[in-house]
């Protein structure tokens, strides 16, 4: 999340391109062919090339759709369960709250508000 905020503020206009990735990636798409349009992107500051950031997500997405599942032990309330995630990514493009804010949430374990959920019934 701190390097996505870094992303953000250094070159917004290359972190809405990085942001419309994490949407297809979320939706289905397949991250190595997102790759390209990310792999070029200009972030005077980061932590992370946006395409490790892209297959860190991915891979907590997986995680939360495992882990938090219809099957689970502990299913979650998002459907489907990797949007728990995509709701903070969402929150963090908006500009809505500082990073603290969205970080201290996400540590605390509290779902980032309703607003940036899943809108697509047919990703369910």
Sequence with gaps: MID??????SNSSDFQKL????EKMFQGQDPVKLKNSVRNLNFPMQLDSSETNLYYAQLLMI????NYGPDSKKPSKCKPPRDYLMRFIRWLASGDST???IISAAV???????RYANKDLSII
């Design 19 to 22: 942001f419309g990735a994490f």
């Design 108 to 114: 605390r374990n509290y779902p980032a508000p309703l």
């Design 63 to 66: 995680e939360q759709d495992i």
């Design 99 to 101: 990073i603290d804010r």
């Design 4 to 9: 996505l905020y870094i992303k953000r503020e």
